[in-house]
């Protein structure tokens, strides 16, 4: 049966193209509007903690009824009428709330699009990433493309851009066919998702994922009032954040190389690394044009080689009846990751200034790496 490249490409492209419109203006949004950033932090914060709750449901729900194409055209639909809320007004009591309830619909997607990509690859994981690339290209547009629109207009459009791409999020969901996946021999017995978790390994991986998400909460909520502050313009920094894209792009279209040399465990390790290295380098030299570009070209690792290496990670680890969950878990403890580094970047920020903020993350990232080193060890001699 053949592979709908395009129609699954296509959602991708639309899906990380809304993150391509939050992850470096979200920020800028609220800082325009004249919050503070511990006020701005929280607000960050809220749609990553819905991330610790809303895909463990959804997931629950998908692997329960199997129908995950109807929870991701619903959760699409859900997101852009609960976000068009925020034009009633700009309070930090309703800004939180239209935050936490497009969160809590916008979550229930990607997981369980991630087991209908899946499904349709029929076990073929290495052309994951030949899917996945189109949704960074995505991002690439967005950012590129709002970064010169915030120029000529005032930041005052951002709510209607945002829209605007959760509407073709909404009609791409519409494209895609369903699949359910299929058990495999080499996969994992149908024992329940507890069980499954406990094996060696599996655990370790999910607390690495925290601490990695966590060290990028300065990146998602600052960089953009990052560089300002550093005089870059917002064009030069769309161009920025758009270059870590490429960057991630070009990864993904090499992990079936590296995959075919290089074990799970030793792309994460790399990846922890070298995103502990980058923190560093934007917090103390981001005022170097040189190695600016270099952070970002690292995204590539920190990025595009550790997503790919935990999707491979959570499919090897569960079956076809707990994929779901297991996804959904990978989420969760993203965006609790994701929220306590946004969290403490909001209240060091200005308190003790960015260099240490980016600091503490170069610190998480590196006990990532030493968990990997040590913790997945268990697993890696049991499966050889």
């Known amino acids: 049966m053949p592979i709908p490249y395009w129609r699954l490409s296509s959602f991708y492209l639309c899906y990380f193209a809304l993150l391509g419109a939050t992850a470096p203006f979200l920020s800028l949004y609220f800082h325009h509007l004249g919050f503070s950033p511990a006020r701005i932090g929280e607000l960050v914060a809220i749609p990553m903690l819905m991330r610790c709750v809303a895909p463990n449901l959804w997931g629950w729900l998908g692997d329960r009824s199997g129908r995950r194409l109807l929870i991701v055209r619903l959760g699409a639909l859900c997101t852009l009428a609960s976000f068009a809320l925020i034009f009633v007004e700009h309070s930090y009591a309703w800004l939180a709330l239209v935050m936490a309830l497009h969160a809590f619909f916008w979550h229930a997607v990607l997981p369980q699009f991630e087991v209908i990509t899946l499904a349709h690859l029929h076990g073929q994981t290495s052309r994951y990433s030949q899917v996945r690339l189109w949704g960074s290209i995505g991002f690439i547009l967005a950012v590129v493309g709002l970064g010169r629109l915030f120029e000529w207009l005032s930041l005052d459009v951002y709510p209607l851009a945002v829209l605007a791409i959760m509407a073709a999020i909404v009609v791409a969901s519409l494209w895609v066919p369903s699949a359910q996946p299929l058990e495999h021999s080499e996969r994992p017995a149908a024992h329940g998702f507890l069980r499954q ?77 070298l995103a502990s290295a980058r923190w560093l380098l934007l917090g103390t030299m981001a005022d170097i044009p040189a190695l600016l570009v270099l952070a970002q070209l690292l995204h590539a690792a920190t990025f595009g080689c550790f997503h790919a290496a935990s999707i491979a990670f959570v499919q090897a680890s569960f079956g076809a009846r707990q994929q779901g969950q297991g996804q959904a878990l990978y989420a969760a403890l993203s965006g609790t990751g994701g929220a306590l580094g946004a969290l403490y970047a909001g209240y060091s920020w200005n308190l003790l200034a960015p260099s240490f903020t980016f600091a503490v993350a170069s610190v998480a990232a590196l006990a990532a790496a030493i968990i990997t080193a040590l913790g997945l060890s268990a697993r890696r001699s049991q499966t050889r």
């Not at 190389?257 to 465990?265: D, H, K, P």
């Open 197 to 273: 978790l406990r094996a060696p390994g599996v655990l370790a991986f999910y607390a690495c994922v925290a601490l990695m998400q966590l060290s990028h909460g300065p990146y998602y909520t600052f960089l953009t009032l990052h560089l300002e502050q550093l005089g870059y313009s917002r064009s030069a920094i769309g161009l920025l954040w758009a270059l870590g894209v490429v960057a991630e792009v070009l990864m993904f279209l090499l992990m079936s190389r590296i995959f075919a040399r290089c074990s799970v465990q030793a792309v994460l390790l790399v990846s922890f690394l």
